[in-house]
């Protein structure tokens, strides 16, 4: 069974890689992060700002990075696992292989998610080159402190990637046609990561649920804003004094990132196991 | 050109759009943003009001002015790329190309199909904001702001028309869904969501998003008079103008190339 799942995720592992797609993705983030440096850089030139030069500073902002496009990322390769089956009929002779529905299903998430680590590796290889490059003199004595804390910050990058991407999975199995299945998926991106931790948005919101300006709609407002799993992951970045203490500190962070990632990922499941897919 | 097919596309592909599931449940969307601003004026404004604040009620107006924006561009370029690579995809399009019809009416028609629904869409966001808004606070402090109004609904218009000529250009481009599709989301994403440092704000002022906020965040939070605004403005919205023709020159010319 091991092996059907091995054989299942290695075929959506090179399904992906030979993809033309991922040149574009590769290429939009390798843009995103150069912009995201340079950034950094104008912060620490410009003379009105405060930059806090910190290893948890630079650490903090790469995984903002990481988690925010790596989630449009996890969007696409969602959408794409289903698209690409789906167009080459190879779901269906799939299915009448004597293999359960359960292996494929396995195989595809496990395919996709070394994919995805693999992008997000990628990435952070680039971003850390750029630090060096920008702010080798402060970074350079550190730079045993700051690979030793990266596999930290891509393992909360991709378990919040992960979330979006068994997303799009669910909304490709559960709506057939493929263009609106997308569509529907980056909507929902847009409400979750821009709408709803908007301040504009939670603070009416919760004025209106609360009847009024209160203690309980301060509070209102605090929870709205929380539903979103990028305001998880700004406060990782904010609150953590070391990424190497957030599985003490930031527990329950991670553990609402994790249930995100779970009821998601058994709907993806049950759905798959419950439908034809063809 | 016949103008009698270029309507009759039109009108078709007005009727197509505006039944699609996408955009009804992006009206949806729209439409629950723009009540809870409404709904949560009734305590702001007045607030804002007693600390002194004037024209208020456009504040209230703008505070849904990004979320409000950032759904409807998003839906632009959906319909940019459902109405020719969708139709491609599903060979609606081959279909429409076998009839006794030029290809430039086709683009044309959809185009301006598209285009009726965008502004059908702005004007109809922007009323549904302002009835709210009056609902829960009161009508707006000056008649000005009637016609600020009326240009912001047309800044709306032209900033998401370009943004689906752009993506009516990717569609012709690449003949695939797919990718037109990733595409699309590179695009968003790179136009909304990337934190632009302050050094490339220039050169970033290529990007429509950055153009239509220059234009209408003065419109919207007025510092200055209607006449300062609009000489300030007016290079910004002809150089938007500009490009939305120029994308549905290429537009035209490219689909009419793959004929050949």
């Known amino acids: 069974m091991m092996d059907n799942i091995l054989i299942v995720a290695k075929k959506e592992f090179s399904n992906l890689m030979s993809s033309s797609f991922v040149v574009i993705f590769l290429a939009v983030f390798t843009f995103i992060l150069f912009i995201s440096l340079y950034h950094l850089h104008d912060m620490s030139t410009d003379k009105d700002m405060v930059f806090n030069y910190s290893l948890m500073g630079f650490l903090s902002s790469q995984l903002y990075v990481l988690a925010k496009y790596g989630s449009m990322v996890g969007i696409a390769i969602g959408f794409l696992v289903i698209y690409i089956e789906k167009q080459k009929g190879a779901i269906n002779t799939l299915l009448v292989k004597p293999l359960y529905r359960d292996d494929i299903i396995n195989g595809k998430l496990l395919g996709a998610t070394v994919f995805i680590l693999c992008v997000l590796l990628f990435s952070s290889v680039i971003y850390t080159a750029g630090l060096l490059l920008l702010f080798g003199n402060f970074l350079g004595p550190l730079v045993f402190d700051y690979l030793i804390r990266l596999p930290i910050v891509l393992f909360i990058a991709l378990l919040f990637v992960l979330i979006f991407f068994s997303f799009s999975l669910l909304v490709s199995l559960v709506i057939k046609n493929d263009a609106f299945a997308l569509f529907f998926t980056i909507l929902s991106w847009i409400l979750i990561i821009y709408v709803f931790p908007n301040v504009a948005f939670s603070s009416n919101l919760s004025l209106v649920l609360s009847g009024g300006y209160s203690i309980s709609q301060y509070n209102l407002e605090a929870l709205i804003v929380s539903i979103s799993p990028i305001t998880t992951i700004i406060k990782i970045g904010a609150e953590c004094p070391d990424v190497l203490n957030v599985f003490s500190s930031n527990w329950s962070d991670l553990v609402i990132l994790f249930l995100y990632l779970l009821i998601t990922c058994i709907l993806s499941y049950i759905v798959f196991i419950r439908r034809d897919v063809a | ?260």
């Open chain 2, 1 to 260: 050109m016949s103008n009698n097919a270029i309507n009759l596309i039109a009108r078709n592909e007005f009727a197509n759009i505006i039944r699609h599931p996408l955009v009804i449940i992006t009206i949806v969307a729209l439409c629950a943003i723009i009540i809870v601003n409404g709904a949560g004026s009734h305590w702001l404004l007045f607030v804002l009001k007693n600390m002194g604040i004037k024209e208020v009620f456009m504040l209230g107006v703008s505070n849904a002015f990004t979320n409000t924006s950032v759904v409807l561009s998003f839906l632009a370029l959906c319909l940019g790329i459902i109405s020719v690579a969708g139709e491609r995809s599903n060979g609606s399009l081959r279909v429409l190309l076998t009839k006794p019809l030029y290809r430039r009416d086709v683009i044309v028609g959809k185009y301006l199909g598209i285009n009726a629904v965008i502004l059908t869409l702005a004007t109809f966001t922007l009323m549904i904001s302002v009835a709210s808004i009056m609902v829960s606070y009161g009508g707006p402090e000056s008649p000005q702001m009637i016609l600020s109004m009326a240009f912001y609904i047309f800044l709306l218009y032209i900033f998401c028309s370009l943004m689906s000529g752009l993506m009516l250009l990717v569609s012709i481009l690449f003949r695939d869904i797919s990718m037109a599709l990733i595409l699309s989301m590179s695009f968003l994403y790179l136009v909304w969501f990337v934190d632009i440092p302050m050094s490339l704000q220039n050169v970033w002022m290529v990007s429509p998003v950055l153009q239509y906020f220059t234009v209408a965040n003065g419109l919207l939070t007025p510092q200055s008079s209607f006449i300062q605004w609009f000489e300030n403005a007016l290079p910004w919205i002809v150089l938007m103008i500009f490009e939305t023709i120029i994308i549905f020159l290429m537009n035209c010319f490219l689909f009419n190339r793959e004929e050949s």
